[in-house]
């Protein structure tokens, strides 16, 4: 299909202008197209017969998910499992050349989070086929690292290959039930540090390659994620400590790698969280709705957002001491105008918009509410594992079809950070200028 495009189009004229809406269009095809595709070795293998199904699984994986409708994994030949993580890992790079090249370059939206959204990030400088490669590199040796590390526990090298997939692009797909449950403390705490790079801003990784560790350094979001993950960290290990009776390690593994794994949206698990304490896995539960770092492969509303939401209260609080002063936003040093302001705050609003929406329409459906909320939380910032019976020990195969119709397009809506989307659905977009 690629060499396909490449013939039709290597006589194209580089430098033309591609027009917002064709911009618009072709992203929101290509990745319900891309969808489409990844279902045939499922459906031609017989593995999952049923279109539908075929098709979320499929979804699931591009969009880095990792919800799945599987219930025994391990029956399914290693051919198929492999494709199955392979879809992450391909997933993984293209919202990485996306985000970061793709979407900059056209300008696009409100949502664009190194344009509009450039004081959120710092801008890579190097011309795009050059930022490409480097991106491209930095993505295979965080994948070759984490393989070479998993043998090194003893993994073998399909599975390795296959949870470094998963790993890498914040998916959470693994060729076995039990997920991660069932392997050494060494190689959960490996999973856990590549889980929080993949998690981490690519520019990040790109300018630590340069050496260049004063941009690290002064990187607001990057702070802020660490601190969240820490934060939530720390208090449920206290609270399977003192209220379960583990070890301190094991409370402190737990803990921080279900709470890694639900921020960076990469769902692998180690322990069924709706076993821990009421509060615990409720704060699992509005942690899905954190997200990862901008320009990570982790879904979600992101870190960012969520810092210019706070950096917003912190203001208007401090407007109100002092009604004639100017306090102007800022974020890594940068200035954010209004403008860019008012397009992140309503992203946020939309997001949760949209989250309330499709829970409704899951109960509507017949789902019990607490599986509707959370599948659709799970689906939309691309996690996985939700809660009811959608949790780590569950699947989605229960979903009525049309529930997982809708949740298969909310993991289009959330991946493609909603407005490439719902801007398809507007009158406005197909009208003539």
């Known amino acids: 299909m690629a060499l396909t495009l490449v013939q039709f189009t290597r006589h194209h004229n580089e430098n033309a202008i591609l027009d917002k809406k064709a911009a618009y269009f072709s992203v929101a095809l290509s990745w319900a197209v891309i969808g489409i595709i990844g279902s045939f070795p499922y459906l031609f293998s017989h593995t999952i017969p049923s279109f539908n199904n075929a098709l979320f699984e499929s ?39 996306l985000f970061i090249i793709v979407m900059p370059s056209l300008q696009l939206g409100g949502y664009n989070l190194f344009t509009l959204e450039s004081s959120l990030q710092e801008k890579i400088k190097p011309k795009i086929k050059s930022v490409g490669h480097r991106l491209l590199l930095i993505y295979l040796l965080l994948t070759f690292a984490e393989v070479v590390f998993l043998m090194l526990g003893k993994m073998n090298l399909y599975e390795s290959v296959c949870h470094a997939f998963g790993t890498v692009a914040t998916g959470g797909f693994s060729p076995r039930n039990t997920s991660i449950a069932d392997y050494s403390p060494y190689i959960q705490y490996v999973i856990m540090v590549f889980m929080l790079l993949a998690g981490t801003n690519f520019v990040i990784h790109y300018y630590i390659l340069k050496q260049d560790f004063n941009k690290v350094r002064s990187n607001e979001e990057l702070k802020f994620y660490l601190s ?17 009776g583990k070890s301190i390690e094991l409370s402190f593994r737990e803990s921080f790698f279900q709470v890694i794994s639900i921020v960076t949206c990469t769902g692998f698990a180690t322990a069924d969280y709706l076993q821990w304490p009421g509060f ?29 939401l706070f950096n917003n209260l ?12 100017i306090f102007p936003l800022r974020l890594n040093g940068n200035s954010i105008n209004e403008a860019t302001n008012s397009s992140i705050l309503t992203f946020i609003a939309i997001y949760f918009l949209v989250f309330v929406l499709g829970s409704v329409l899951m109960v509507l459906l017949g789902v019990d509410v607490k599986t509707a909320s959370s599948s659709v939380a799970t689906c939309m910032a691309g996690i996985g594992p939700g809660i009811g019976t959608v949790g780590p020990a569950g699947n989605f195969a229960h979903i009525p079809e049309a529930g997982k119709a809708l949740l298969t397009f909310l993991m289009l809506i959330g991946r493609l950070e909603i407005y490439t989307i719902l801007i398809l659905f507007t009158p406005a977009f197909w009208k003539n200028n």
């Open 314 to 325: 912190k203001r208007n609080i401090r407007q109100i001491v002092s009604p004639r002063a």
């Open 59 to 97: 979804v699931s994986g591009f969009t880095t998910t990792g919800s799945s409708i599987l219930t025994d994994i391990e029956s399914l030949p290693k051919s198929i499992l492999f494709w199955r993580s392979l879809t992450h890992w391909i997933g993984g790079i293209g919202i990485i050349v």
């Open 228 to 244: 969240v993950i820490v934060v939530i960290g720390l208090i449920i290990s206290a609270a399977l400590y003192f209220k379960t």
């Open 280 to 308: 615990a896995w409720v704060i699992i539960f509005f942690a899905m709705f954190l997200g990862g770092s901008t320009g990570s492969t982790a879904g979600g509303i992101k870190m960012a957002r969520h810092l210019v």
